[in-house]
């Protein structure tokens, strides 16, 4: 295989030069008479060239991605549909081997889309090619699609897929074939609801000698009925889920397999020892292409992404996937914390392997295994490429079992929900599930009831109470073990004037391991918020919490203030700032813990065509201190052409150092093509990360 990226950079400048120069004659020509193109077709296409510079290397890349679009009504019913898409990365360095990657991607689709029924299929093929030609990796996909249409009947649908992810040059290096059927029947009629679902999957990897079959089977019917006038609801609904895994893996094999997570993780947060992540499920919805929203990016230098995973229980684990939506930088670092609650994390102390595969585009995490509930990895360090979004996070285990086994896990769940309108002014609802599990084979069996209550209250159009009771109970079938936690909350929402809102609530958690209490935690809070003026908001709050752990003698008393105020001091101004102040003391062993927040912003629109935007935020936790500041200009000198600044500054004694300062231009050709040029700077204090300085330029279009 030729290295294609071997040229000179000042061979890689022309030929870039010249592909912008083609790019631009290309929009230029069809703008002219777009009726050249047919209306089935669409496309895009987006060029970009960077040269970036430190004290010792100088790199230069060119970065190209087309799509096109076609699609045809061959018949009343019929419609062919056709896509391709190309993506190319090449690097010259002065110093070090040149690299480049290509990805090819065409596509097909027939669809027969008839009023009664829909049948269609559908076939892929993904080429990726590296300089490294033994990653050259294939990954063919057909898939087969009916499902009918007719509301009044029970909706049948069937699909079937048969994928090969393989390595061309050496294909004992990477052979993985999966055969997927998915069918399902969904039927509605009157106040109920059935569904039946059949999952058969096979996936053979030749490479490992690992081959898995599973088998899913799930049931669920569910009803709701009003009673006196819509006055009262009541729903049941009942489910039967069974799963089997039959896995065969030959003599003195290892293999790193996927396990099941209950929910992804994430936070961004400097100071990763202490902290809550929260709940984010597009990272860990099983889709590897489509950023995660909010998105996570890992571009440039954006430290302290915390991406966590919670398991169900304890379990063993030995390896952590990111991925990403597009190549990145291997320079990047990631540190694993392991927790049991979610809150305090400590470091694995492991010896870690971080590794970035251009094949699959995801960071490979493989430390030695280890059993925890709470899981995360967190980066640090500058990325080369200036935006990277996060897609998925996947957690493995290295498996060694040498002879076939089935395992099957199974549970029924039933369920009752009730709700009561008194009156336009009081307003109930009761719900109790009980899932008990039949069989447990992957995992520890648990037989699970929760039952919550609430009930609303608004005597006046000032006055709105909350009242809340939630108990769920898990007991573990093998070992005997019963696990409980009750929330009591209460919430008042006092609104004497429309400008001006109290809130005061109270909230009680307990916990049970065996009927004997292991956590107390008890909330207070009180908030006050209004408009002082029409263009001035203000919200303060305080609250007091007090947490026991019973299990491990320990007490805390945490005191939480926060202040914030938003103000529009004139039509072109807004101006913000917040303040938080928490201590947790030690009861028992003594001892504060002091973290204290600082933020300010403002927005200035000078005029119509010039914004100016800043932020300032200062996170100090117990004496490890954090600064961030962000500043940014931009100004639309015509409706074509527009130019920016941006500046952001990390600082602190946290050992985080950086700073990026970035200037912007663009100009729009046509409605839909834009060229644009790029100046930035990144520089960190971290001896081994050089100055970076980089020119971009490129140009998008569509049609």
Request: neutral net charge; charged residues 20%.
């Amino acid at each position: 295989m030729t290295n294609r990226a071997s040229g000179t950079p000042k061979a890689r400048l022309i030929e870039l030069t010249a592909l912008v120069i083609a790019a631009l004659m290309f929009v230029v020509c069809f703008r002219a008479d777009a009726a050249l193109f047919s209306d089935n077709l669409r496309g895009n296409l987006s060029i970009t060239g960077v040269s970036s510079n430190t004290d010792d290397i100088s790199t230069k890349s060119l970065n190209q991605q087309y799509s096109f679009h076609w699609s045809k009504k061959m018949l009343s019913h019929l419609e062919l549909r056709a896509s391709m898409r190309y993506y190319d990365l090449d690097v010259d360095q002065s110093l070090g081997q040149n690299s480049w990657r290509t990805e090819y991607q065409p596509a097909g689709e027939l669809i027969w889309k008839h009023p009664n029924y829909l049948i269609s299929g559908n076939a892929r093929r993904q080429k990726s090619s590296t300089s490294g030609g033994t990653v050259d990796l294939y990954r063919d996909n057909i898939g087969l699609m009916f499902a009918t249409r007719m509301i009044t009947y029970p909706i049948l649908s069937v699909r079937y897929d048969l994928s090969r992810t393989y390595n061309d040059t050496e294909i004992s290096g990477r052979d993985t074939r999966e055969r997927l059927l998915r069918s399902s029947l969904d039927y509605n009629f009157r106040n109920n609801h059935l569904y039946y679902g059949l999952t058969l999957r096979n996936n053979d990897n030749r490479f490992s000698d690992l081959v898995i079959d599973e088998v899913r089977h799930l049931a669920r019917w569910q009803q709701s009925t009003d009673f006196f006038g819509e006055r009262v609801s009541i729903g049941t609904g009942y489910t039967f889920n069974h799963y089997s895994q039959t896995t065969e893996l030959a003599v003195d094999g290892k293999s790193l397999t996927l396990i099941p997570i209950s929910t992804a993780l994430y936070a961004h947060d400097p100071s990763p020892d202490v902290g809550e992540l929260d709940t984010l499920s597009s990272l860990g919805d099983g889709n590897t292409e489509t950023p995660a929203f909010p998105t996570i990016d890992l571009g440039d230098a954006r430290p302290d992404h915390n991406l966590g995973i919670a398991f169900d229980f304890e379990r063993d684990v030995s390896a952590i996937y990111v991925y990403t939506d597009r190549p990145s930088s291997s320079l990047l670092n990631w540190r694993v914390f392991v927790s049991t609650d979610n809150l305090t994390w400590e470091p694995t102390g492991t010896a870690t392997s971080v590794a970035y595969n251009t094949s699959f585009n995801r960071y490979e995490i493989i430390f030695t295994p280890l059993s925890t509930r709470y899981i995360k990895a967190v980066n640090s360090g500058i990325n080369d490429v200036q935006t990277v979004f996060v897609t998925e996070i996947e957690a493995l285990l290295t498996s060694t079992d040498q002879d076939k086994g089935t395992r099957t896990q199974a549970y029924h769940l039933v369920d009752l929900n009730t709700r009561f309108r008194f009156s336009n002014s009081l307003q109930s609802s009761f719900d109790i599930s009980y899932r008990k599990e039949s069989r447990g084979d992957l995992r520890e069996r648990q037989d699970r009831i929760y039952y919550a209550f609430s009930t609303k209250h608004t005597p006046t159009a000032a006055i709105r109470q909350i009242v809340g009771f939630t108990s769920g109970s898990e007991e573990f079938v093998t070992t005997g073990t019963t696990n409980r936690n009750d929330n009591l909350t209460y919430v008042l929402l006092l609104t004497p004037l429309q400008t001006l809102q109290f809130t005061i609530s109270g909230a009680s958690r307990t916990g049970y391991i065996d009927h004997v209490r292991t956590l107390e935690t008890n909330n207070l809070l009180f908030q006050v918020s209004g408009s002082v003026l029409p263009t001035l908001k203000m919200t303060s709050s305080a609250s007091y919490t007090r947490d026991n752990r019973f299990d491990t003698f320990n007490m805390f008393d945490t005191w939480t203030y926060r202040a914030s105020i938003d103000a529009n001091l004139r039509r072109s101004l807004d101006v913000g700032f917040s303040y938080l102040r928490q201590t947790t003391d030690d009861l028992n062993l003594g001892g504060a813990r002091l973290r204290r927040m600082y933020g300010g912003n403002f927005d200035f629109r000078a005029t119509s065509s010039i914004l100016m935007r800043g932020s300032v935020s200062v996170n100090d936790d117990n004496g490890l201190r954090y600064v961030f500041q962000e500043y940014n200009f931009s100004w639309s000198v015509t409706r074509k052409l527009t130019f920016g600044a941006l500046a952001t500054f990390a600082d602190g004694n946290s050992g985080v150092l950086s700073e990026r300062n970035n200037l912007r231009m663009s100009y729009l050709i046509s409605k839909r093509s834009t060229l644009f040029l790029s100046l930035s700077q990144n520089s960190s204090g971290l001896s081994d990360l050089p100055e970076t300085t980089s020119i971009q330029a490129g140009l998008k279009t569509g049609f």
